[in-house]
């Protein structure tokens, strides 16, 4: 599961509360930083998975043998990587879902509509630009809580032939 539009600290409560009313009992991909010291326990009860951002190496592997070795899981990856604006999100949730033959699934936070939920489940079929395509589609409209801090939803990998902008 993609969740966006990433851009304020209260994307995080927001997305547990979302996912506790609905009944999914999620995991969360974050900065290793936030499991450091005491809420370090308090963040994997919660469902986090600490990444080190600085050796990413093998985590796609690693994600898609959890999903092979379980009969349900439910993943969240903060698909821009930062609450900050990036020119590019990151291609990890898109690469894990490839590996691990699952759907991605789109969750949001909308501030315009004053929302959030979860949208369509979108099969990899291999062409990764028709695949955002659909991605870009069901997020056209959709505003972060800070909304200057949404970039555009384009992946570095489609190259520059994709102009598609976030909702700023």
Same mark, same amino acid.
């Given at each position: 599961? +993609?969740?966006?539009?990433?851009?304020?600290? &209260?994307?995080?409560?927001?997305?547990?509360?979302?996912?506790?009313?609905?009944?999914?009992?999620?995991? &969360? *991909?974050?900065?290793?930083?936030?499991?450091?010291?005491?809420?370090?326990?308090?963040?994997?009860?919660?469902?986090?998975?600490?990444?080190?951002?600085?050796?990413?190496?093998?985590?796609?592997?690693?994600?898609?043998?959890?999903?092979?070795?379980?009969?349900? *899981?439910?993943?969240?990856?903060?698909?821009?990587?930062?609450?900050?604006?990036?020119?590019? &999100?990151?291609?990890?949730?898109?690469?894990?879902?490839?590996?691990?033959?699952?759907?991605?699934?789109?969750?949001?936070?909308?501030?315009?509509?004053?929302?959030?939920?979860?949208?369509?489940?979108?099969?990899?079929?291999?062409?990764?630009?028709?695949?955002?395509?659909? +991605?870009?589609?069901?997020?056209?409209?959709?505003?972060? *809580?800070?909304?200057?801090?949404?970039?555009? +939803?384009?992946?570095?990998?489609?190259?520059?032939?994709?102009?598609?902008?976030?909702?700023?």
């Amino acid at each position: 599961m +993609i969740a966006a539009p990433h851009t304020s600290n &209260w994307d995080f409560p927001i997305t547990l509360a979302m996912a506790s009313v609905s009944g999914v009992r999620i995991n &969360w *991909l974050g900065k290793r930083e936030m499991f450091a010291g005491p809420f370090g326990p308090i963040m994997r009860a919660l469902g986090g998975v600490a990444v080190d951002r600085s050796a990413p190496g093998g985590l796609v592997e690693a994600l898609a043998k959890k999903f092979a070795d379980r009969d349900h *899981l439910v993943l969240v990856v903060p698909a821009e990587g930062t609450r900050s604006r990036s020119e590019y &999100w990151k291609s990890g949730f898109y690469r894990i879902a490839e590996a691990a033959d699952v759907p991605i699934v789109c969750a949001f936070v909308d501030r315009r509509t004053r929302s959030g939920g979860f949208g369509p489940a979108v099969r990899t079929t291999g062409d990764l630009t028709a695949d955002m395509d659909v +991605i870009r589609a069901f997020y056209a409209g959709k505003t972060g *809580l800070k909304p200057d801090r949404f970039g555009p +939803i384009r992946l570095r990998e489609e190259g520059d032939s994709t102009d598609v902008e976030g909702d700023t």
